[in-house]
């Protein structure tokens, strides 16, 4: 008898919604804000911190992330549903169920809180004003044209957070890493926005830059943004007294920047997703890398 015969039906249907949740929450973004969190963390503790407080901080970034993701497919679902790009998601289409999408988010908050709580009490009483600046991103479309930036500021809370998991107080080091992954999180978003600017122009209820500016304005606006992020991050190696490998990936970030800003135009959308989240992705994970590799062997 085979595995597959063997198998309880009710199982195979909770893994493949597992899976559907999965891709519903982009859950492999996860690669952009948490490597920043574990920057941060490293650098906060001199170190390794142990793996007690770094699985920890792990949990705490993978489900404030979910639940804000969970959070945004619920809160954006008519929105999706109008959008030919993502009619296909699944609560758009009924794969998934809007009780099974807030049951995983609600999991992933209690998930979160007790991340936070293992951590210190600090993080623990911070928690509650951070996922709800999470979950603020979702109505932010609809009030302002700069939602990008509350992504931005939404993921940029990251290395914060892991520094005050670590030290339980605040400095300029996380303080300019996190104002560089707000304006690289925001000019990379105002990129990934031009996708949906002639749907965005039908919908009286939502903003954007590229909305407001057009497909040419919201790539120059994105090109300052990540200028403004070089510098932060340039400013945050300084500050943390970094080598001279960090420096060399501080400038791979600017080239993988401009790598982004060649790929598309406004007459060219086609390799969005590759600007999105190849570049943006070895951005994130290679100046982890590159830091972790230089304060280990380095300092």
Known sequence: MTLKQTMDPDDAVRGDRIVLFLESIKFSHSVF????????????????PGSWKTFWIVVACVGARTAAMAFNRVADADFDA?????AGRALVTGALSVQFMMGALIVASLTFFLAAAMLNETCLYLAPPVLAILFAYSYAKRVTDWSHLVLGFALGLAPI?????????????PL????????????????YSCQDVEVDKTEKELHSIPKKLGVAGALAMARRVHVASLIFFALFWLAADLGILSGLGVIAIGALMEHQHRLVNPRDLSRVDAAFFTANGIISVGFMLVVIFDISFFR
């Open 176 to 191: 300019l890493l996190s104002i560089a992954v707000i304006c690289w999180v925001a000019g990379f978003d105002m990129i």
């Open 33 to 48: 804000a948490l490597p920043f969190a574990v920057i941060a963390m490293v650098l906060a503790a001199h170190g390794w």
């Open 161 to 173: 957070g892991a520094w005050l998991a670590v030290r339980e107080s605040i400095s300029l080091v």
């Open 82 to 86: 109008r959008n030919p790009r993502t």
